[in-house]
């Protein structure tokens, strides 16, 4: 029996770009969530200057017609802080965030996709219903809601920097191997050249056998390698594949694959 079809995007660090990509989401009637810190602190992995995010007005306004999640206060990877240190940058900037929107979130991503059982623990003991990972070459969603996985980073990387991300993924999995899940998407993947192409084998494989295609970006890093086209033209693809009722949020990923009732239905203040 095929498996439902599900598209989701998702966009970490919230910064003021992300409303561009928002424009571009709803120019193809396609859904996502939204990823946001207090602040992108400077000394990070991607962003060594850091930058200040949103203000409240423009997330109020994104957050009309997208999903918005936490990724703690300060964009700090949990794993290497002291345990109070961490818990402190996900209670913190869970309720920053909700302060600026006026209503409860569900949704976490851990920075630089950054966990361990601890911090995933922290996640779920704040009041989140799930944490997004940056596990790629997924096609389908995890038995743990705190371990949600994705499809494709939207970055024109070289098929030898996919299989590198492929193994070193793997290897960080410290002996849970993960590869015989992630193998069929990541060769689909591999044996196309460019970016456009992968993508476009990705979605065709989700929309003919079923499963979840999950893309993830920041609208920082589109703006740094001028992708804005390329993700207008992949975005138009799927809208032309993808069923309108397949296009979802994260939250209805985690809510699909959780068993019945086991997650709680997020109430708006």
């Avoid at 990070?44 to 995010?53: I, T």
């Avoid at 900037?93 to 995933?120: I, M, S, T």
Wanted: hydrophobic share 40%; glycine share 10%.
């Amino acid at each position: 029996m095929k498996r439902r079809t599900l598209f989701t995007t998702s966009w970490d660090d919230g910064h003021p770009l992300d409303l561009r990509v928002a424009d571009l989401l709803q120019k193809h009637g396609l859904q996502g969530t939204f990823y946001v810190p207090g602040r992108v602190a400077p000394g990070g992995c991607c962003n060594p200057e850091g930058f200040a995010v949103m203000a409240g007005p423009a997330l109020r306004r994104l957050g009309v017609e997208f999903e918005i999640g936490s990724h703690t206060l300060d964009h700090h990877s949990l794993d290497g802080l002291p345990i109070d240190a961490a818990r402190h940058q996900i209670v913190a900037g869970k309720q920053w965030l909700e302060d600026q929107l006026g209503r409860p979130v569900a949704g976490f991503c851990y920075p630089n996709g950054h966990h361990n059982a601890a911090v995933c623990g922290l996640v779920r003991e704040s009041g989140f219903q799930y944490g997004r990972t940056t596990e790629d070459m997924h096609d389908g969603p995890s038995a743990d809601p705190f371990q949600m996985p994705v499809s494709l980073h939207f970055y024109p990387r070289r098929r030898v920097d996919v299989a590198r991300n492929f193994v070193r993924e793997e290897r960080r999995r410290l002996g849970e191997w993960r590869w015989p899940r992630r193998l069929p998407t990541f060769l689909a993947a591999v044996t196309k050249v460019d970016f456009e192409a992968r993508f476009r084998a990705l979605v065709d494989r989700v929309c003919e056998r079923g499963g979840v295609f999950h893309m993830w970006g920041h609208s920082w890093e589109i703006d740094r390698f001028n992708g804005w086209a390329l993700l207008d033209s992949v975005l138009r693809y799927a809208a032309e594949r993808v069923p309108a009722e397949a296009r979802v949020s994260n939250a209805e990923i985690a809510r699909a694959a959780a068993p019945s009732g086991q997650m709680r239905p997020v109430m708006e203040s």
